[in-house]
């Protein structure tokens, strides 16, 4: 059994340390004056939420109807939407298409580094 200390004395930094870990694993109780005002914080906060995100909402719905406005008068029609779903798999099919392509471009230059890895070896061993 051992008496004493466990290991050598802690520096300043590390006592700090240990205190401060301390202080965030085990905080002291809030005070009585901030367990009372806490409902009156919550409720402040709340508000403020609320009045801000009315705010950003009064914004986003004149961004909505300053689009509207600029926008072509038949671009909420069922043909518009069709279009736009038409370019939209043009589009996938097309990215598709390069994909594949960049796929056998990758491949092919893999098969001739290979290829110029084996033939300069049979240089070197055949000179």
Do not use: C, Y
Request: hydrophobic share 35%.
């Amino acid at each position: 059994m051992r008496f004493g200390r466990e290991g050598p004395p802690l520096t300043e930094a590390q006592r700090n340390v240990k205190r401060n870990l301390e202080r965030i694993l085990n905080p002291p109780r809030p005070r009585l004056r901030d367990r009372a005002m806490r409902p009156v914080w919550w409720t402040e906060e709340l508000w403020s939420r609320h009045v801000r995100h009315r705010k950003l909402h009064r914004m986003l719905d004149g961004m909505r109807a300053h689009v509207e406005a600029t926008m072509p008068p038949d671009w909420r029609t069922p043909e518009h939407e069709a279009r736009s779903l038409q370019r939209l798999r043009l589009a996938i099919a097309k990215d598709a298409q390069r994909e594949l392509i960049r796929q056998s471009v990758v491949e092919t230059d893999k098969r001739d580094a290979e290829r110029a890895a084996i033939d300069e070896s049979t240089r070197s061993e055949n000179p």
